[in-house]
């Protein structure tokens, strides 16, 4: 079993519509949560960080952590053609030495 | 200063050559890092330093150097690569703690 995994996708999501990405990781004493989004050719970038069970929102972007079940969530609302990249869920774990594990990414196409 | 600064952006090498590529952060934080990301495939680390101090090293071979000669500095010196090793190498930083990495935009690097 994978320490981070997300499905490689593509996820395809009409213009406006809400996208939906899911991530599951191993280590339980996993304590931070984050997203980044990378567009091809780039370097990733911070867009969410998640620390306690629960929802939270920064503009169109809620993450979502429920740390019993050991998943992360990522929704993007009113999904734009320029939301179109790969989604890195990444976790920092105590097992992994306190440094942040990635999963392989979801990539999300957005069709206007 | 909420950036970090890598460059070149891009780097030819052929397998005999020396180079070193260069990483700048100004924020104060006390973690850098050094990860190698091969397309369609999420990053992967190399390096972690750590108030200056080497505090993971992933396997690496010797051909990859990292050297930091101070809280904002970070290097890594290449020489005898092989083709393989061409890829986007990523710095990235960090407060200590469960805090997630910015990310610099990397170096494209290819070995001919």
């Known amino acids: 079993q994978k320490e981070v995994e997300q499905n490689s996708g593509p996820l395809s999501v009409p213009e406006g519509a809400i996208a939906s990405l899911n991530c599951t990781y191993s280590?339980?004493?996993?304590?931070?949560f984050f997203w980044y989004r990378q567009y091809s050719g780039k370097s990733p970038e911070l867009i969410m960080s998640?620390?306690?069970?629960g929802d939270k929102e920064d503009g169109r972007f809620t993450a979502q952590l429920n740390k019993a079940s050991q998943y992360v969530s990522l929704l993007i609302r009113d999904s734009q053609p320029s939301d179109s990249a790969t989604y890195l869920c990444?976790?920092?774990?105590?097992?992994?030495?306190?440094?942040?594990?990635f999963g392989g990414g979801t990539r999300v196409l957005v069709k206007p | 200063d909420t950036e970090v600064t890598q460059t070149p952006k891009h780097l030819v090498m052929g397998m005999t050559n020396k180079k070193s590529l260069k990483c700048e952060q100004h924020?104060?934080?006390?973690?850098m890092y050094w990860y190698k990301q091969k397309a369609k495939k999420p990053p992967e680390l190399m390096f972690v330093?750590?108030?200056?101090?080497?505090?993971i090293n992933e396997s690496v071979p010797s051909r990859f150097s990292p050297e930091c000669p101070n809280s904002s500095h970070l290097f890594l010196h290449l020489h005898t690569l092989q083709p393989e090793d061409s890829a986007l190498y990523l710095c990235?930083?960090?407060?200590?703690?469960?805090?997630?990495?910015?990310f610099g935009s990397g170096t494209r690097l290819t070995v001919v």
């Open positions: 990444a976790v920092n774990g105590v097992a992994a030495g306190n440094k942040l594990t």
């Open positions: 998640i620390y306690s069970n």
């Open positions: 280590d339980r004493g996993s304590q931070s």
């Open positions: 990235a930083s960090s407060q200590e703690g469960q805090y997630g990495y910015t």
């Open positions: 330093y750590s108030y200056e101090k080497l505090s």
């Open positions: 924020m104060g934080h006390r973690a």
